[in-house]
């Protein structure tokens, strides 16, 4: 560990020039002016931070270099992506940040803020595969490097990185702090050891598998893609490898008499024992189809995915709806799948209508916005009462998001939009609210969850980048 002043006296030619405002031109191209003050102060520190925990590591010429993404907001296709289904999201002006350096020695090494240090020897012949540190920042790291290593990519014995890290998505919020951590890391991987520019969708197909192969935490690739790509975006998984992704123009400010606010509100709960709750809306989602594929009601393109082998095609996107729809009284009566299953799969199906409606609706301008809002509703409501994901059965007692969505009916109805926001159990609520009643919102929701329980966000143009 470098001493305070040293490592102050090390950042200096990069500090400088950031907090006296020469680096605002890139800043600018992710924060408003409001927040450059906050912004300036925070990449400084991660400079310093780099110096003094690694600064005995690097060379006098070191080169330092400055890595952002985002978090994410679910606008739409709540519990969708783990089956392949249609989502409109965007990411936001919360991020994960990085000061990072090269490395001539094979290791790769960082310290995140509050965090015990990441350490992966790239000399060490296991240091891609699983270890016995499931569930950890570790693992996510490990499985991103190994991410690369299988798409061709030379990661063992090459020269590696530091990197001191900073987020400002709060964990267990819904905005996925995980996704942001791991791609930042996934681009810092391949812009520092790789010296390329991978695809967005190859970046969040890394950071996806390492969370559910290394971590151990089942998900979509709805997260990484989101914060991988940037800005609005809708994205339909049928095909997984090349996912379809069309950027959309959602400018809440010209709506409504004064235009609207994107809040999100953390009702409190903790995500830890929640993985068999997530887990459970997946699996019970693939029952359904593995009873559509027994009864032959699958779609035409099933049996030419199935077998070229190029993904796992037995998840509901492959299962002809109508052919669903008309098998539910025999899967019922015959107690073949649980009725909390056949439940969860009708509001995939529906909740992939609703995102081709909310499409049109966003293309409709202000014309639109109506129907936007009550599709946001109709979102909501479905994820309430079909897909079921709004407390843990194991606490019945414990419903803060519940609260959350009654409270915001009492406050937008008539006028806004309130629902889960992504896994759901615990944790956040999305709602669209006029501009002249946020502070009401943002009051009321404080006074119930907590100080600084709302946030105010808006949507960032790009996703995992270097930013100078």
């Avoid at 192969?213 to 893609?225: I, S, W």
């Avoid at 509001?347 to 499409?359: A, I, Q």
């Avoid at 629902?419 to 944790?427: E, I, L």
Wanted: a positive charge; one cysteine or more.
């Amino acid at each position: 560990m470098m001493k305070k002043n040293e490592a102050g006296r090390r950042a200096l030619p990069y500090t400088a020039p950031i907090l006296s405002g020469k680096r605002d031109s890139k800043l600018r191209r992710l924060y408003d002016d409001e927040q450059l003050p906050r912004q300036r102060k925070r990449y400084a520190e991660r400079a310093e931070r780099l110096f003094a925990h690694y600064g005995e590591m690097l060379p006098p010429s070191v080169e330092l270099e400055f890595f952002s993404a985002p978090g994410r907001t679910e606008i739409m296709g709540n519990h969708t992506d783990h089956n392949l289904g249609k989502v409109l999201g965007a990411s936001v002006n919360l991020d994960v940040i990085a000061a990072a350096a090269r490395l001539e020695q094979p290791e790769v090494r960082i310290k995140s803020k509050g965090h015990p240090e990441i350490v992966v020897r790239l000399d060490d012949p296991s240091a891609l595969k699983p270890g016995d540190e499931r569930g950890s920042s570790q693992a996510l790291v490990r499985g991103i490097l190994a991410g690369f290593q299988k798409r061709g990519h030379k990661i063992l014995r090459q020269g590696g990185f530091v990197a001191s890290t900073d987020s400002d998505v709060p964990p267990g919020s819904g905005l996925s702090s995980s996704a942001a951590f791991e791609v930042l890391v996934s681009t810092m991987v391949a812009k520092l050891m790789l010296h390329t520019e991978l695809a967005p969708t190859v970046i969040a197909q890394i950071s996806q598998e390492a969370e559910e192969q290394f971590y151990g935490k089942p998900c979509g690739l709805l997260d990484q893609t989101t914060s991988a790509v940037g800005g609005c975006v809708a994205i339909d998984f049928m095909n997984p490898r090349e996912p379809q992704i069309k950027r959309v123009k959602l400018d809440l400010s010209k709506f409504g008499k004064h235009g609207y606010s994107l809040c999100i509100v953390n009702t409190g709960g903790d995500h830890k024992d929640l993985t068999d709750d997530y887990a459970a809306i997946r699996a019970e989602m693939v029952q359904v189809a593995a009873a559509q594929i027994r009864m032959g009601n699958t779609m035409p393109e099933y049996s030419s995915v199935k077998k070229k082998g190029a993904f796992d095609p037995d998840v509901l996107r492959y299962m002809s709806e109508a052919g669903f729809r008309k098998s539910i009284p025999g899967l019922h009566g015959r107690g073949l799948v649980g009725d909390r299953a056949l439940l969860r799969a009708i509001h995939f199906y529906d909740e992939n209508h609703r995102v081709d409606r909310l499409m049109r609706a966003i293309r409709g301008g202000a014309s639109g916005f109506g129907e936007f809002l009550s599709t946001i509703n109709e979102s909501g409501l479905s994820s309430y009462m079909y897909n079921q994901n709004i407390f843990p059965l194991a606490h019945p007692d414990r419903q803060p998001v519940a609260l959350g969505l009654a409270l915001s009916e009492e406050m937008l109805r008539g006028c806004g939009a309130w629902r889960v926001h992504g896994g759901g159990f615990a944790g956040t609520i999305q709602a669209f609210v006029p501009n002249e009643q946020v502070p009401r919102f943002k009051s009321r929701m404080n006074k119930t969850f907590g100080k600084g329980a709302t946030y105010v966000l808006n949507i960032r143009p790009y996703g995992g980048i270097k930013v100078f």
